[in-house]
Nanobody, 123 residues
Framework: QVQLVESGGGLVQAGDSLRLSCAASGRTESTNAMGWFRQAPGKEREFVATISWNGDNTYYGDSTKGRFTISRDNAKNTLYLQMNSLKPDDTAVYYC????????????????WGRGTQVTVSS
């Protein structure tokens, strides 16, 4: 099993930046790519970004491309999401996920989930 714990969420204003972290523990060696997803009230969970094990490959959702940056530090077993130029539409619970497959397949297939961290962007 792999445990994931997100942190770094909060209330910010439009245009601000925020950095989310996801600490992984347990059998992390069994996983490969990791990713961030989000879910706004009344909406389905949305793909935000995924990253390969070595960080060489990244994918972003259309709504976050150019503003968000995903990264990871395997020595610290930590995944990050740097969010810049935040908009009210970015308001959601942000979830960290660990995947068995590649960054590409991680967009649609995830094996482990964190409990999420709330991000609220005011206008």
């Amino acid at each position: 099993q792999v445990q994931l714990v997100e942190s770094g969420g909060g209330l910010v204003q439009a245009g601000d930046s925020l950095r989310l972290s996801c600490a992984a523990s347990g059998r992390t060696e069994s996983t490969n790519a990791m990713g961030w997803f989000r879910q706004a009230p009344g909406k389905e969970r949305e793909f935000v970004a995924t990253i390969s094990w070595n960080g060489d490959n990244t994918y972003y959702g259309d709504s976050t491309k150019g503003r968000f940056t995903i990264s990871r530090d395997n020595a610290k077993n930590t995944l990050y999401l740097q969010m810049n130029s935040l908009k009210p539409d970015d308001t959601a619970v942000y979830y960290c996920a660990a995947c068995l497959g590649t960054a590409f397949s991680c967009r649609s297939s995830q094996q482990y989930w964190g409990r999420g961290t709330q991000v609220t962007v005011s206008s």
